[in-house]
Nanobody, 126 residues
Framework: QLQASGGGLLQAGGSLRLSCVAS????????MAWFRQAPGKDREFVAA????????FYTDRVRGRFTISRDNAKNTLYLQMDSLRPEDTAAYSC?????????????????????WGQGTLVTVSS
């Protein structure tokens, strides 16, 4: 139901925008998020956003450089990534849950999400 795209190969300092398109109505997802997984490492939370866009969370590793947004009319979730670093290299996946969470911590964990898109690879060279 979710399909991520927009990955690529670029040099440090560059920008990319990832997109995640839902086959159904993205507004049905109360909470959406981006996760990433670097080679040989565990999956890591990147950013999350609620249905209205009023609640947004980032991992400290990307805060100030990445921006998560969603366009419910276009059924699309975005991740604008600026000032990319080699350590941002990973497969980025989008995720969605029909639920909304009062707990900030709940947004950070993969088990909170029921729907996952395939990863799109981002490679940042130094």
């Amino acid at each position: 139901q979710l399909q991520a795209s927009g990955g690529g190969l670029l040099q440090a300092g560059g920008s990319l925008r990832l997109s995640c398109v839902a086959s159904g109505r993205i507004s049905s997802f109360g909470t959406m998020a981006w996760f990433r997984q670097a080679p040989g490492k565990d999956r890591e939370f990147v950013a999350a956003i609620n249905r209205s866009g009023e609640r947004i969370f980032y991992t400290d590793r990307v805060r100030g450089r990445f921006t998560i947004s969603r366009d419910n009319a276009k059924n699309t979730l975005y991740l604008q990534m600026d000032s990319l670093r080699p350590e941002d290299t990973a497969a980025y996946s989008c995720a969605g849950s029909a639920r909304t969470y009062a707990s900030e911590r709940a947004h950070y964990t993969g088990v909170s999400y029921d729907y996952w898109g395939q990863g799109t690879l981002v490679t940042v060279s130094s």
